[in-house]
């Protein structure tokens, strides 16, 4: 089989998706808040960044590549005369006529030559003289394309070939402005004759009815009106399937040769608005149109002519800047969409077709991946629709957790610090690589080269060997023991800067999932304290907030809580893990908690006391301190004197892999022979 690589240009389609790339892309998001749905809006808004570097853009980078095609438009094409191919083609219609003119003149007098008679002299004089008035009523033409199409059209033509040019003119003409407002014009009427403008009136009149009836009040829609209307003159209307629908055509339609006439000079101006007279010649039809854009202009009032600057050189012909202002009017509307979907952080409403034909296809599939993001998050398991909101799901919380805790071994590998080594063995755990005697009771995981060559420095080679008990060699363990562990979080206001409660977040998830992957026997609790102090379950870890509201920051009662769950696990491998960036400004007095900053003796006195008993129960409190203020070092000094547990200041993006590698390390206990 053959495979053709080749370098990617954004053309060969868009890289699919992940869930678990989508939920590690929110995962920052959902730290800071909790909200599921407001980290999917700013997903949807910015866009992210997938594991491999590809960029995946949001709403905001489609708007900006709306706003770079319009402005690629405005400065690639130029309006100066959008009507010099018409013209041109006018040109060679009097040129194709005034040549006939001639060869005709010449013809008749090669046939005089002949013959001499007098009717043949008379008949020759009234050719000359014919020729000369159609001369003049060429030379007499207006200069303008509208007053010289005006011209024509009373015009008889003594060239059979100038006469079908001018009717190919005029069918383009008819055909180009009349699709100006109608689409489905040029297809449902191919000539444009005068049957097809007797048709014409009667459609416009036929609509001017339903809009009038609208105006008064009535419903067309509810009768069988527009659905009549529909059946005899639906071809002209591709595509619409309602009044309103109908009504938002014409309109836009209308607001494009609104942008094009204000868009041209005065002097193209005037030519194109003469040139459109000139095509309607007939009053009625012309009064039906006038009344078709006043009603409306009554409909829709607030529509307003878009007059676009032009800058580039590339000419356009009248059917093409036609086309143009439509897509600059569409390019226009879709911003207008983005820019409300940005504002409602949603997608669902963009319509991916109408981006694909202005935007093209990589734009189009890039909004269709947007549009399915939440429901491959729930496909997935990660996120669980209850009424109009979104919940993560236990799932969820694990793989953040997961995710969080990969980041900070990785930043351990990187910085090159890893777990404390230790000289002490146990038995019950991993085997080590180094081997001792065998004692009696330890596990049988024998060391045969060791206890081999013990036996041949004993009696030398030869054989059979013969083995003594001393001879034999074992590999030693190391002891893995049970830990409970509570983290208490300080969610006083003071956590909201420098990052503080994020990071502190994201090391409890990561502890919760370090225990559930690799300690599944160990026990975890989540407290969090400001003027109170409050179990967690890890699950609502990520929507936990802190606001300006949250004053105070009792550990005294943390602490308290933390000894009252730690006293339900058996074991004497307690710990006690407190985040924090200040010093105890509340306590409890009975069940009220009282608050005073600075720090109270009293507040003092009441913490110290719960250190105490923490200590009495063998409980091991290690604080983090993500401050260095004086009170607050000085607490957590005596603190560590009391208890004898460590004391670490760090900044919040390093606590993460300081907590790890300390709950890693205190879960090697030396056991003694």
Known sequence: MLIRYSRWDGSQGTPGLDADELLSAMSDDLMADGDPRRALERLWRRGFQTRDGRRVPGLRDLLERARRERQALLERYSMADVLKDLRERLADVLRTEREGIERRLEEGRHQATGDASPEAEAQQARLEEMAAQKRTQLDQLPGDLGGAITGLQDYEFMDLEAWRKFQELMMRLRQEVIQSQFAGMRQAMQSLGPDEMRALGQMIGDLNRMLGERLAGGQPDDRSGFRDFMDRWGPLFPGV??????????????????????????????????????????????????????????????????????????????????????????????????????????????????????????????????????????????????GDRWELTPLAIRKIGQRALAEIFGQLRRDRVGQHETDHRGTGGDPTDLSKPYDFGDPFLLDLRETLRNALEREGPGIPLSLQPDDFQVYPTELSTQCATVVLLDMSRSMIYRGCWNAAKRVALALDSLIRGQYPRDHLDVVGFSLYARQYTPEVLPALRVSERNYGTNMQHALLLARRLLARHRGGNKQIIMITDGEPTAHLEGAEAYFDYPTTRRTYQMTRAEIVRCTREGITINTFMLEDSPGLMHFVNEMSRINKGRALYVTPDRLGEYVLVDYMTQKRKPVGH
Not at 292 to 313: I, T
Not at 346 to 371: S, Y
Request: aromatic letters at 2%; glycine letters at 6%; proline letters at 3%.
């Open 241 to 386: 399937s309602s009044l309103d629908e109908l009504v938002d055509e014409l309109e836009r339609r209308a607001a494009q040769m609104q942008s094009l006439l204000e868009s041209l000079s005065p002097e193209q101006r005037l030519e194109l608005e003469e040139l459109q007279r000139a095509l309607l010649r007939d009053p009625a039809l012309r009064e039906a149109l006038h009344e078709l854009a006043m009603n409306l202009d009554r409909l829709a009032p607030s529509r307003e002519a878009r007059r676009y600057r032009f800058q580039g050189g590339e000419p356009l012909s009248l059917q093409e800047a036609l086309q143009l202002m439509g897509n600059l009017h569409d390019l226009e509307r879709l911003e207008t969409e983005l820019r409300a979907a940005d504002a409602g952080g949603d997608p669902d409403g963009l319509d991916a077709q109408t981006v694909r034909r202005l935007l093209g296809d990589q734009a189009a599939d890039q909004l269709e991946q947007l549009k399915r993001i939440a429901a491959m998050l729930a496909e997935a398991g990660y996120l669980e629709q209850r």
